[in-house]
């Protein structure tokens, strides 16, 4: 399964369920324009936010192996369902026996790492998938890092097949943020910094900022995991040899790459060309 892998160089690989991952990948290209990047959605088998561990893993895993089969040499989990669900167990048990010196990263951790900085009252809130939310992760690396921060999560599982489905702007997607926001400030009024806690989510910042009091920060992930990864490439200098430097990016999805072109004008500013490809 692994033969196809060449211990040289190449992009650095982005990884989400769909489109989510472009909010990151805007970010990381915004703060590293000279690398070469390819991006991954599995949009055939998006949404990933309420499939259980097992699926997720598998899914992410396969998604990892084709970025790797393709040159990356480090992989980015640009999707936090992902980060939450299958991270560990692939860096943990899969790297090792795939390639050591390869590397996969994900969004929760930068966020954790972050969000000290940026709340007062020491109350944050968490706006995530199912399984995020679920799994804990964001409230475990938040107090092993900060143990003073009270994290309070909700789930919003119809914000994702919202954005999916290009219905971000309509007055449906409305009825939905504001729902999930009062329902979160309900459970902690002293929230005064809000996570982002998936990737899609940015796309509804017009609705969510609509609905989230002054005083209350919105925190999107994209320009913190793009930070991040600028200071992992500093410290790992031997990394940074093996990503290359053209300043391209090559899409991929999963599902039709025509559909994935028209929605992808939701996220990004400029038109691209995206491939299929087939996790067979
Ligand atoms: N964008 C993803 C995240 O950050 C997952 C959305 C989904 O597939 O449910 O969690």
Redo the contacts with the bound molecule.
Sequence with gaps: MTGNLSPTAGPIGIF???Y??LTILQGIRHLLPEYDYIYLGDNAR????SRSFDVVYQFTREAVLKLFEMGCQLVILG???ASAKALRTIQQNDLPKWDTRRRVLG?IRPTAEIIGTLTESRHVGLL??EG?VRSESYTLEITKLWPDIQVTGVACPLW?PIIENNEADSPGADYFVEKRIRHILELDPKIDALIL????YPILMPKIRKYVPAGVQIIAQGEYVAKSLKDYLQRHTDMDERCTKGGSTRYYTTENSKKFEENARIFLPEVIAVSHLSME
């Design positions: 989400d369920s769909g989510g991952g998006a949404p990933y936010g999707c936090n369902t969004v995530a998938t995020t994702v806690g998936c990737t899609h």
